[in-house]
């Protein structure tokens, strides 16, 4: 079955550093792949929409990569500020998405 | 725009009854789509409408969920009777043409808690 992979534990960083999270799948081509931000008590808050003939994306401090023969993405944030903390979810598909568990980030001043 | 609306926003009740989740989607949307957040499970799609015909509701669990969209401003997902394990976050997201893509806008979500 489709699997998606992100770390689970908590990634904290000092504030101005990159912040680079990962989201792996298996057993899934998808032809889109999107990063959502969720912070606590509110909905997942659309990022950025990769698709699989696109190698990279970005928008201002953020940056997206696909590589689909690793069958992987990596999300960063560059420059990074406590306001980025938050849960960050990956999501594969077109309509019918499928929600990795999501890796919550901690940008400490 | 006010963005996807989703009432009520809290919702406690006892095993056994129905519970009715309201959704709103964004003005010209034609997607829209029911999904259930746990600590366990993550986000979960339950089903999706496209120009209010439902498309895929493989998500669903159980016999117990039932979902409507009788036009294009509104949406139910109805738990009947409900049970314990029901207890999640319902999220409405809606997407559709003029998005620039497949990206989702999603609703601030309904807590749901059955005792």
């Known amino acids: 079955s489709q699997k998606i992979e992100q770390n689970s534990e908590a990634l904290n960083i000092q504030e101005g550093k990159t912040a680079t999270l990962t989201c792996n799948y298996t057993?899934?081509?998808?032809?889109?792949l999107q990063w959502y931000r969720q912070d606590p008590g509110r909905g997942p808050v659309f990022l950025l929409l990769?698709?699989?003939?696109?190698k990279e994306k970005r928008k201002e401090r953020l940056k997206v990569t696909f590589d689909t023969t690793l069958k992987q993405s990596l999300f960063h944030i560059t420059a990074s500020q406590p306001a980025d903390s938050a849960t960050y979810l990956c999501?594969?598909?077109?309509?019918?998405?499928?929600f990795g568990a999501g890796t919550r980030l901690a940008v400490h001043p | 725009d006010a963005g996807v609306i989703q009432s009520p926003r809290h919702e406690v009740t006892e095993m056994g009854q129905e519970v009715t989740l309201r959704c709103k989607p964004i003005?010209?949307?034609?997607?829209l789509f029911w999904y259930r957040q746990t600590m366990m499970r993550g986000l979960e799609l339950l089903i999706y409408?496209?120009?209010?015909?439902?498309?895929?509701d493989s998500g669903m669990p159980e016999d117990r969920f039932s979902a409507k969209m009788p036009n294009a401003s509104f949406s139910t997902l109805k738990i009947q009777p409900s049970e314990p394990r029901d207890s999640a976050v319902y999220f409405c997201?809606?997407?559709?043409?003029?998005?620039?893509?497949?990206?989702?806008?999603f609703g601030p979500g309904t807590r749901l808690t059955v005792t």
């Open positions: 999501a594969l598909g077109d309509n019918k998405l499928i």
């Open positions: 003005s010209g949307h034609n997607s």
């Open positions: 409408f496209n120009n209010n015909v439902p498309i895929d």
């Open positions: 997201a809606s997407t559709g043409t003029g998005t620039g893509g497949y990206e989702q806008y």
């Open positions: 057993n899934y081509s998808p032809a889109y």
């Open positions: 990769i698709r699989e003939n696109e």
